[in-house]
């Protein structure tokens, strides 16, 4: 394990947050009927998740189970650019800014409808952004890349208002015959305005990102078909890691579960509550959406965050542990003013 | 506009390194593949990671299948061009501390070609992407921001493309002999001195997505090909122009590298500039999305003097591009 470089307090703040899911909705009693051999309460049981939010028709997927993701665009309701389009409509209205007023548009896709011009491109034309823009990958822990990323930079050398979008549709790549895949993915986006010198609601208070390519093949979206991955290997590294992430930010910041808040990434519910279990963080200050909504890859942390954006109290810390495919992983510490 | 506001760290280019699709192909095979009107100077030649005999037999018209006509894929080429500039650096892949990648055509959108690359070199350091225009311009403007404690010792750069895997040789028009597929790689460092120091280095997007230029997942790549050449040469020129007008450039000892232009796209470029020495790259093997501008620094290298100041010009038709000026060691 290497990590970016020695670590240093960035000092950013997060000064608005925005999320958005498709409409369509698929329920473990709609997997069931699938007869993929799988039962609703088998998939409740074993992974926490009842529903997760989709861009595909059900018709659809009872019909074709999406055995070509070629044809799934032609169906979707909705696509990472337009989901990641609303969810940085409503983080540009938090921030209460413009995008006029944006500096640099960061943008992670783990499923493009097109690689050129990126996904960063075609959101800043769609937001009327005219400063740069870019996609900055590494599917799941990309709340932690995004912001350990900018905290790099010399402050001076960073615009007042960076704009970042994680956004995904996995659904659309999801081969509805395999049972465990089809329970597990949702679609949805997340965006968060970040300044380097702007006070904000949140301010970041430490952030890691690391990554062991090594182990890369594990977790796979093939651009023309189905993803993929070595589930078992992938769980208990994401358990283990979340829980080293979580430990190291409990022992440098003297983490009170009593009153600060835990984030992990949002890959299913019974992972979850292994983690916070290991770490004895209370239901109360456990925060997730993945029940409801399914695993939205690098969006689905920052959804969380974005979903309970005014609930967030003076002085709350809120520890966030992203992990997932590169094998990638990371944290983010943040304090609300 | 400016990416960044200031360049805040010095770093070295220590190696760089360039590669190419497996197969060669001539204007007679363009015109045995059924592009008659193709105009591809006699001793050019595009490269192709496609298997040559699966292209004349399929002519790639289902770009869905195209893994089946090839054994090397982007990520292949990627470190080719990586091994090449880590030895040209003079390290071995174990020191360097992080990765970062651009492909415009990966044949898995996850995990990153960063992390693809990283893989393959054995390595368990950070990696990523930074997509959208292609190395020197983005990679390069973002890295000389960076704070120098958070700078790792050695990072690896790494662009490429194969372009010509998205397209339908059957159908396509002219972007069928007008591409190649191909990957560039440097090894940059804050701590070491190396052969090129970057002076400065931008990048800019327009404003405007739908271009020139379309890659999409399931369909053939998109190239307007009837106005392709005068944007590119127009966002070059305004590159060129930038790096010139900042930082005062003049006399001999100005170089121009242009990525993805012709001989004479570059001579016209360079003369608008009074710069009297260029290169370029597509002349020779095509458009390479954004790889080209190390190409043509490569065409120049020979000629380079201590003191010369290299400008490398890198732009994707429509919405993006960039420069980053060097000072040779």
């Given amino acids: 394990m290497t990590q970016t470089a020695n670590r240093r307090a960035p000092e950013l703040s997060i000064l608005g947050m925005g999320f958005a899911h498709p409409v369509g909705e698929i329920t473990n009693e709609f997997l069931e009927k699938l007869e993929v051999g799988t039962t609703a309460e088998w998939i409740t049981e074993k992974i926490g998740i009842r529903t997760r ?68 491109h075609r959101l800043a034309e769609a937001l009327g952004i005219e400063a740069p823009a870019h996609d900055l990958f590494t599917a799941c822990p990309v709340f932690a890349l995004h912001i350990d990323y900018l905290a790099n930079f010399e402050s001076e050398a960073l615009p007042d208002y960076v704009l970042c979008i994680s956004t995904a549709t996995l659904t659309q790549h999801v081969n509805y015959n395999d049972r465990s895949d089809g329970a597990i993915w949702g679609d949805g986006a997340g965006a968060w305005v970040i300044s380097p ?30 993803f993929k991955q070595d589930g ?4 208990d590294f994401s358990v283990r890691q979340t829980v080293r992430l979580v430990k190291r930010m409990e022992e440098e910041f003297k983490l009170d579960w009593s009153r600060d ?77 | 506009m400016n990416i960044y506001r200031l360049v805040t760290l010095v770093l070295n280019i220590l190696g760089i390194g360039t590669a190419f699709g497996q197969t060669a192909l001539e204007k007679s095979d363009f015109e045995r593949l059924g592009i008659p009107n193709c105009s591809l100077a006699v001793g050019s030649i595009r490269r192709s990671a496609l298997h040559r005999d699966y292209l004349f ?64 070199l054995g390595l368990k350091v950070p990696s990523y992407d930074i997509g959208g225009g292609g190395l020197v311009p983005q990679h390069l403007a973002s890295l000389s921001r960076w704070r120098i404690d958070r700078t790792p010792e050695y990072i690896l750069l790494v662009s490429g493309s194969t372009p010509t895997s998205r397209i339908n040789f059957e159908k396509g028009g002219d972007e069928r002999w007008h591409f190649c597929d191909a990957a560039a790689a440097c090894v940059v460092s804050s701590k070491h001195r190396g052969k090129l120091t970057v002076l400065d280095a931008e990048s800019a ?125």
């Fill in chain 1, 232 to 235: 078992r290997a992938v769980r």
């Fill in chain 2, 205 to 329: 997007f327009h404003g405007k997505a739908e271009g020139s230029f379309v890659v999409d997942q399931f369909l053939p790549l998109i190239a307007k090909l009837d106005n392709f050449p005068q944007q590119l040469e127009l966002l070059t020129a305004d590159m060129c122009a930038k790096a010139v007008f900042k930082h005062k450039l003049h006399g001999a000892h100005v170089v121009l590298a242009c990525g993805e232009a012709s001989s004479g796209m570059a001579a016209r470029v360079a003369q608008g500039q009074s710069i009297s020495r260029f290169g370029s790259s597509f002349d020779d093997n095509g458009h390479m999305i954004s790889a080209g501008c190390f190409f043509a620094y490569e065409r120049i290298a020979h000629t380079l003097k201590v003191g010369d100041r290299v400008i490398l010009v890198q732009a994707l038709p429509g919405f993006v591009s960039g420069y980053a000026l060097c000072e040779v060691n």
């Fill in chain 1, 53 to 120: 939010k989709t861009s595909l028709p059900i018709e659809y997927i009872s019909k074709t189970r999406n055995q070509r993701p070629h044809d799934a665009i032609s169906v979707a309701t909705d696509t990472s650019m337009t989901l990641g389009l609303r969810a940085a409509e409503m983080a540009l209205e938090r921030a209460g800014i413009k995008a006029g007023e944006v500096g640099l548009l960061l943008v992670n896709a783990c499923t493009p409808c097109a690689t050129s011009p990126t996904e960063s």
């Fill in chain 2, 57 to 120: 037999l399929t002519k790639n018209a289902d770009i869905d299948g195209v893994i089946q006509g090839t054994n090397q894929s982007p990520t292949d080429i990627c470190l080719a061009a990586a091994k090449i500039a880590i030895a040209q650096a003079g390290i071995s892949a174990d020191q360097l501390g992080l990765v970062i990648g651009d492909c415009s055509t990966p044949w898995q959108t996850t995990p990153s070609e960063g992390q693809r690359v990283a893989d393959r």
């Fill in chain 1, 261 to 337: 808040i835990f984030i992990g990434h949002q890959a299913n519910l019974t992972m979850l509550q292994q983690i916070t279990g290991n770490r004895e963080i209370p239901e109360s200050n456990h925060w997730y959406n993945v029940a409801e909504v399914g695993n939205q890859a690098g969006a689905g942390a920052p959804i969380v965050l974005a979903q309970r954006w005014h609930e967030i109290k003076p002085d709350q810390r809120i520890a966030i542990a992203v992990v997932g495919a590169g094998l990638s992983w990371g944290s983010v510490l943040l304090q609300a003013n």
């Fill in chain 1, 197 to 226: 010198r702007k006070p904000g609601k949140l301010k970041v208070l430490d952030s890691t990102y690391h990554s062991d390519p090594s182990r890369s093949q594990a977790v796979v979206v093939d651009t023309w078909g189905h």
